[in-house]
């Protein structure tokens, strides 16, 4: 029996995983859970996972639902995500929370030894250098969430690493793969909701048609596999089938393949080293699919795409600004604030001014996050 500890429960990849450990019961107990502002879905979650410890975003809902259910102890804020993360029964956490909010939550479990499923990649791109290391110190296992790192973990199963030529990350080319930059100028929000292949959170959603989504990969696949970035490729992939690939020196390529489902990742992680049956998942059938479609990425198309190689080359806090630049973007763009093509804008400008600092400790982190969050703020004012 595993006992789990879940951030960002309330989520797409909270929900799912939250679906798993019910089809699982002999298998996971989850000890301790942190939503944010969904108190519906933490009511559920609750009434049918019965944790011993539950984190809000907000003082208020702790202290109401700590009235409703009177047996669990309840929690908020940054340092309530920390105490779920940190829960002395838990031995794996899974971090499904969104954004560089993750960080220190991640940092603590890792140093109290547990087992770290990872869906937070805004965690690894941030502060990859930070988490690596405190994983390495306290010989803690770092499991891939993220569909591609998930795909290259498992095809990297028994491998010598040293014999990888190169990484190659799939991607569907989101909800605007057809349109040119032009046609970028007038996309509504909506539009830019609808992604092809994958039903997720908002802010995710928004990644992948600007394709920040596959740089944040490709930073989180040189953070998670040690990989020079000039060895890390992206392939367009229109029917996301192929999840990603892994080239070897002898010129074989190994792939995982599988109809879009997170929660195979997700149970993977879960059930690492074993596999679990999948409930309720859909065989891939590839006579019936008939054709796969691969595209070489264009950089001028997918410029967010290049500032993220950009970062990812140079290290620091340019990692650390690129990443809350593109938070708060992403954010204005979903409140109607901005046009999509300034999310990519005002990325390019937070990075062109910014005056890096390498191996950056935590504190410097935290406050490069927090004064990009404010410049953003204002260049939109
Ligand atoms: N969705 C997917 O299929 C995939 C997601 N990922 C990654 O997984 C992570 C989660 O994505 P996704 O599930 O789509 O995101 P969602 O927006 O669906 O969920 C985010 C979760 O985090 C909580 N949350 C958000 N902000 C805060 C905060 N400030 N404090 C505490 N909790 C907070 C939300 O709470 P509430 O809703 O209650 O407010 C919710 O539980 C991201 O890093 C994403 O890149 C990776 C691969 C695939
Ligand atoms: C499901 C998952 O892992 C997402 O990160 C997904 O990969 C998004 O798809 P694209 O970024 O390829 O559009
Ligand atoms: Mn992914």
Known sequence: MKKISLLGATGSIGIQTVDILKNNPENFHLVAFSSGKNIEKTREIIQQLHPELVSVQEEKDARELSKEFPKIQFTYGTKGLVEVATHPDSTVLVNAVLGSVGLESTLAAIRMGKTIAIANKETLVTAGHLVMEEARKNNVQILPV???????????????????????????????????????????????????????????????????????????????????????????????????????????????????????????????????????????????????????????????LKLAYDAGKAGGTLLTAMNAANEAAVALFLEEKITFLQIEEIIEQIMNNHSNILLPDLETILHVDSETRKTVAKLVK
């Not at 092809?196 to 596999?225: C, Q, R, Y």
């Not at 392939?235 to 690939?245: A, G, P, R, V």
């Not at 990742?265 to 409930?279: E, G, H, N, T």
């Open 146 to 304: 993220d569909s591609e790192h998930s795909a290259i973990f498992q095809s990297m199963n028994g491998e010598n690493p040293k014999r990888i030529e190169r990484l190659i990350l799939t991607a569907s080319g989101g909800s605007f793969r057809d349109k040119t930059r032009e046609q970028l100028k007038n996309v509504t929000v909506k539009d830019a909701l609808n992604h092809p292949n994958w039903s997720m959170g908002a802010k995710i959603t928004i990644d992948s048609a600007t394709m920040m989504n596959k740089g944040l990969e490709v930073i989180e696949a040189h953070v998670l596999f040690n990989m020079p970035f000039e060895k890390i490729d992206v392939l367009l992939h229109k029917e996301s089938i192929i999840h990603s690939l892994v080239e070897y020196h002898d010129t074989s390529v190994i792939a995982q393949l599988g109809t879009p489902d997170m929660r195979v990742p997700i149970q993977y992680a879960l059930s690492y080293p074993d596999r679990l049956p999948l409930v309720g998942g859909t065989r891939l059938n590839l006579a019936q699919i008939g054709q796969l479609h691969f595209r070489e990425v264009d950089f001028d198309r997918y410029r967010a």
